[in-house]
């Protein structure tokens, strides 16, 4: 069985530049979900793509988008970066349906705007 | 707004003991609900999951759930170093994971 696995795993961007992450669900997932996890805090829910659509949004601005494609894996862009988007981005996979709805993590990217 | 609080801890246990993690949380319609554990500078790892009032025991690890008090633990017996992390509540309404703060817990020899 293959992990969840993300690309880049650290990266340094400078303010007002755009960046693209990217996520491979983990083998037989077919939702994504996408978070953002500064230093000390829990992770915080960005959005999810099902089917290659989003389907649920947290607090986050447009400038935070995705794309799901049909092998099920996933990117997130951020344009326009800020400051306090530094911090680490985490992509979860899980299979849609069922009542635990289990969700498992990549090893995340590290963001760090400057 | 939907929380999740959990004591940030840092939670201090003697080698061998049991840990106690407390989380609660404010929305009744939440579904699902789940412990994770974070080492530093690593990504969440699912250790328990569970959507039934009791208790749920999987290896050194048993999760409690009360639904009326809102209410989540997760004790972990015969402590280890190894043990020392983060351990973040997660619970689920709909297709989001909401997030308690974590609870620093360090396990010393």
């Known amino acids: 069985e293959t992990g969840v696995t993300q690309s880049p795993t650290h990266l340094i961007k400078t303010r007002g530049q755009q960046v693209t992450l990217r996520c491979s669900s983990q083998?037989?997932?077919?939702?994504v979900s996408w978070y953002q996890q500064a230093l000390g805090q829990g992770p915080q829910f960005i959005f999810q793509?099902?089917?290659?659509?989003?389907?649920g949004r947290g607090n986050f601005p447009p400038r935070f988008s995705g794309l799901q494609f049909p092998n099920y894996s996933s990117e997130l862009n951020v344009n326009a970066l800020e400051l306090d988007d530094s911090a680490l981005y985490l992509c979860?996979?899980?299979?849609?349906?069922?009542?635990?709805?289990?969700?498992?993590f990549g090893p995340g990217t590290r963001l760090t705007v400057t | 707004q939907k929380e999740v609080e959990q004591n940030s801890g840092p939670l201090s246990v003697p080698e061998g003991a049991i840990a106690s993690l407390n989380c609660t949380y404010s929305?009744?319609?939440?579904?699902?609900f789940f412990w994770y554990r974070q080492y530093s500078g690593k990504s969440p790892e699912l250790i328990m999951s569970?959507?039934?009032?009791g208790d749920k025991e999987d290896g050194r690890f048993t999760a409690q759930l009360n639904k009326a008090s809102q209410y989540v633990s997760l004790l972990i017996r015969d402590s280890q170093p190894s043990d020392s992390a983060t351990y973040l509540c997660?619970?689920?309404?709909?297709?989001?994971?909401?997030f308690g703060g974590g609870t620093r817990l360090m396990v010393k020899p």
């Open positions: 979860a996979s899980s299979l849609a349906g069922g009542l635990i709805y289990e969700q498992y």
């Open positions: 083998s037989g997932h077919n939702t």
């Open positions: 793509y099902y089917r290659e659509e989003e389907n």
């Open positions: 929305d009744r319609v939440s579904q699902s």
């Open positions: 569970i959507y039934s009032n």
């Open positions: 997660a619970v689920n309404a709909g297709n989001m994971l909401t």
